[in-house]
């Protein structure tokens, strides 16, 4: 084989590295970097299924908020905005630690790496627990619905109860959703902790940080729809 | 990998911006504004969602494709709403037929 036809370095040989940490290329890619775009590709694919099924309570939400205006603001009263702000804020700080985990993946420290998802994880135990307070006190003001339901104003008891289903339904799955990113990033410190990461594979870190900021999106959202529209009626 | 490595002080901007607009957002929902109350919350939304995708979420240094998946997936979202919200904004419009009603 003639000099100038080579095959290209990255295709044909693998560094030691990648193969001590599982970064190897598959035979079905040419690249590493083609084996990266596949998966960022896919994950997203997952996160557009994602978009599509909060956008199905997004929808219903738009609906009965457009057929009840009155009684979802009367219900605005009863979010606590200090406690919803106080998560938004935890979460937007969680996404930070986040993409600093990626880029300490990046730069190849495990120590690095290692810190911020585990500030990650607290972040994300701390927006759930902050959570729990608040259904908790929706528990103790019977906002819960049901047969227990109770509201202050009687002319939207059954309106408001939609919106609080929507509340819980809507909060819950995001709950869901930041318990599963909880698990995903106990599996990542284990895996870091083992030193499966360096700079030239942390695909999974990066995947989970992406899912990660997805469920922020969704908060971001959530937060005003909730918690601010409808406060000043 | 392509990417090149973004620096920290970019993170740390996208984060004060995303922290200010949050304040900003909770600030502006105690002012009586009446319809702008929604439409102040949702853009700011917006722009908070936009941040993150674009920064966090590196959309910025994705290729064309990942960028083609992520427009389609908010696009499809937005077909959703804004088909739904035009059945229901428009009911009523025409006077249907007798047994409609």
Known sequence: MAEGDAIPLESVSIGPAAIVHGGAVRHHFDTAEQQFDSSTLGMWVFLVTEIMF??????????YRNMYPDA???????????????NTAVLICSSLTMVLAVHSAQIGSKKLLILFLVLTLCLG????????????????????????FRYADSRYFHQAQILFFLYFAMTGMHALHMIVGAGLLTTLIVMASRNRFSAAWYTPVEMIGLYWHFVDIVWIFLFPLLYLIGHTK | MTHSIVPVRVYVAVWSA????????????????????????MTIAVIKGSLVVWFFMNVRQSSSMIRLFAGAGFFWMSILIVFVLSDYFSRGWLPGPAWWK
């Open chain 1, 54 to 63: 909060f956008g199905g309570m997004f929808g219903s939400y738009t609906v």
């Open chain 1, 72 to 86: 979802f603001a009367s219900t605005s009263h009863f979010m606590n905005v200090t406690m919803g702000g106080v």
């Open chain 1, 125 to 148: 135990c701390v927006f759930l627990g902050i959570k729990y307070a608040e259904y908790h006190e929706k528990w103790v003001d019977h906002h819960i619905p049901g047969p227990g």
């Open chain 2, 18 to 41: 995303l922290i200010a607009l949050t304040i900003t957002t909770v600030a502006v929902s105690k002012l009586e504004l009446g319809e702008y109350n929604f439409i102040a919350a």
